[in-house]
């Protein structure tokens, strides 16, 4: 009993010290961040995203403009053009703009999947050429890893690339992959079979392959369930030959390095489906003020409460979780479990609240003139984008020790 009490009167002692370390308060400058990029969506997004679905493109002046305002560089250094701000600056941006639209989202979380494995693992000639454009706007990659025969299977590439001399010669196809047929598109960062380990297995590597290398061909885009206005493609290389200066990281580590981007960007996608709620529910709580059913207005009746209090709730916990991962990050902490974390319950999370957002709006809610019959489509993506709920849900296991 004494123990006890001295137990409690430790930790009542300490209170204070406890709070400081356990705060859920956003900085001044992570709020600052917040409001500025709320602003620049709602007036200069929000206004074109009927535009976008429409023409299914992102409009490059729009990349350049978030380039120019620094929202495309937040988690990296100043060296590189970045703010140096961190990945929770950044995440936050993501959030909002997918409440408006997500390939404004997608023009910013790109930057950071195509772009890390420049800023992790390339040399400096190869940061300055590549990743300081990414970050101003002028130009984008592609992040080329997924084959027809290996989504989930990382390791089950078939894409083959050979030195012959000075030059890798590169032969296999990519697909589902995004910004590749961009008019920004400068270059794509693929996954290659560069040989044999000593073991016998694989060894991959990365490989910068410019756009307009004779050899390599895009296909056509691919028509989306959702993303629209994100440019997705196959991709084909046929005796492609690229410098073998252009390996990016050491040879054999490709598939280590993409692994490490991939677990980079779960949080990204993460925050884009809290983002993604967000925008559903306040499309949801909107609506049901001003529609009138049976004499008042709609968000009067238990029923439709019930969802809006479930739809904030399930928004609150996903967000709080995705901070979690970002801010682990920024204190250069161990993050894959609280990515994978994020990154399922986050994104099956987005599907429940649009699919209730729907169901608020009634037969409004299959009108893609409004937000929420867009931003449907747009959930299933962000489920299977960077790895499965399964591949989540085996990274959590392992974590656990099963």
Request: hydrophobic share 40%; net charge neutral; aromatic share 10%.
């Amino acid at each position: 009993m004494g123990n006890l009490l001295y137990r409690f009167v430790y930790f009542w002692q300490n209170a204070e010290v406890r709070r400081k370390e356990l705060n859920f308060e956003l900085s001044e400058e992570h709020r600052a961040i917040r409001e500025a990029v709320r602003k620049f969506a709602e007036k200069e997004i929000a206004p074109r995203a009927e535009e976008i679905e429409e023409q299914d493109a992102f409009p490059p002046e729009l990349t350049l403009k978030m380039g120019e305002l620094g929202y495309l560089g937040l988690a990296f250094p100043g060296e590189y053009g970045g703010s140096g701000a961190g990945h929770l600056a950044h995440a936050i941006a993501v959030e909002e703009l997918n409440r408006v639209n997500s390939a404004a989202a997608l023009q910013v979380c790109c930057v950071t999947l195509s772009g890390s494995p420049f800023y992790l693992f390339g040399t400096e000639e190869q940061k300055q050429r590549w990743l300081v454009p990414f970050i101003q706007g002028r130009a984008q990659s592609a992040f080329a890893s997924t084959e027809p025969g290996a989504g989930s299977d990382a390791a089950g590439i078939t894409t083959r690339a050979s030195l012959d001399g000075d030059q890798w010669i590169i032969n296999g196809s990519k697909t589902f992959i995004t910004n590749a047929g961009s008019p920004l598109c400068a270059a794509v960062t693929l996954t290659a079979v560069t040989g044999k380990k000593s073991s016998g297995g694989k060894e991959i590597s990365q490989i910068i392959v410019p756009t307009g290398t004779p050899g390599y061909s895009i296909g056509k885009a691919f028509k989306k369930i959702g993303w629209h206005g994100v440019d997705t493609r196959e991709l084909f290389f046929e005796d492609c030959r690229v410098p073998k200066e252009n390996l990016l990281g050491g040879r054999g580590a490709g598939l280590k390095q993409a692994l490490t981007c991939m677990t980079i960007t779960r949080v990204y996608i993460a925050v884009m489906a809290v983002g993604l709620a967000q925008g559903c529910f306040d499309e949801s709580l909107k609506y049901a003020k001003q529609r009138v059913a049976f004499g008042q207005p709609i968000s009067r009746y238990q029923a439709v409460q019930f969802k809006l209090a479930d739809m904030v709730t399930e928004i609150e916990a996903a967000r709080l979780m995705t901070y979690r991962a970002a801010a682990l990050m920024d204190e250069g902490k161990p993050y894959s479990w609280e990515a994978s974390l994020a990154k399922l319950f986050a994104t099956e999370m987005a599907i429940r609240v649009a699919n209730e957002a729907v169901v608020i709006h009634g037969g409004y809610g299959c009108i893609r003139e409004y937000p929420v019959a867009r931003f449907l489509g747009d959930t299933k993506i962000l489920q299977i984008g960077e790895g499965t709920p399964e591949i989540q849900r085996l990274v959590i296991a392992r974590e656990l020790g099963c």
